[in-house]
């Protein structure tokens, strides 16, 4: 499994819990998405990240920070509404369980609560494996692709053995179904 700057939960730490329920709560992102335009929604969300994180969140240039603005506004209202209801249903499930190689992928300049977040999995995942990615931000797979890549391969060539676990264990959240 791969993971690239991602976090394991919404309410991790004190700042996560800020955000979540004070700055940004469910009943008020909603509200909000049900209202305004994506187009308007995506410059208000681009606007915390530049400033609780910093300029180049979302890509160390500005062809990347366009080129991510220009996928999240291919969605409509009714798409983010289901995908935010998702992100704050969501249950931290127990990490340990995780019985296959994993290697997670973090940006250098990647906010400390995503590194906090990947501490976590340090602790809490058998095995897992943790790469800092150079000269990137929250958009590390686009702003440095080839370290991506190496490093995937590298996972994938390293033959490892997991404990099976007693029961089956899911942590991915497919969102397809939100754009059906």
Not at 71 to 81: G, P, T
Not at 88 to 104: D, M
């Amino acid at each position: 499994m791969v993971l690239a700057d991602t976090a394991v939960s919404v309410s991790l730490t004190w700042k996560d819990w800020v955000t979540r329920y004070i700055l940004f709560p469910k009943w008020a992102m909603t509200l909000t998405m049900r209202l305004i335009p994506v187009r308007r929604f995506v410059d208000l969300s681009f606007w915390p990240a530049r400033v609780t994180r910093n300029n180049k969140w979302f890509g160390q240039d500005y062809q990347t920070a366009n080129y991510v603005k220009a996928c999240i506004l291919q969605r409509s209202s009714r798409d983010y509404v289901k995908i935010y209801g998702a992100l704050y249903g969501f249950k931290l499930k127990p990490l340990e369980r995780i019985a296959i190689p994993t290697l997670v992928l973090n940006g250098e300049h990647e906010s400390a609560s995503v590194f906090r977040h990947t501490q976590y999995m340090e602790e809490n995942i058998p095995g897992l494996t943790f790469i800092v990615i150079p000269n990137a931000d929250h958009t590390s797979s686009m702003e440095n692709p080839e370290k991506h890549l190496t490093e995937a391969q590298r996972l994938l060539r390293q033959p490892r053995s997991f404990p099976v676990p007693k029961e089956p264990f899911s942590l991915s959240i497919s969102l397809l179904p939100f754009f059906s």
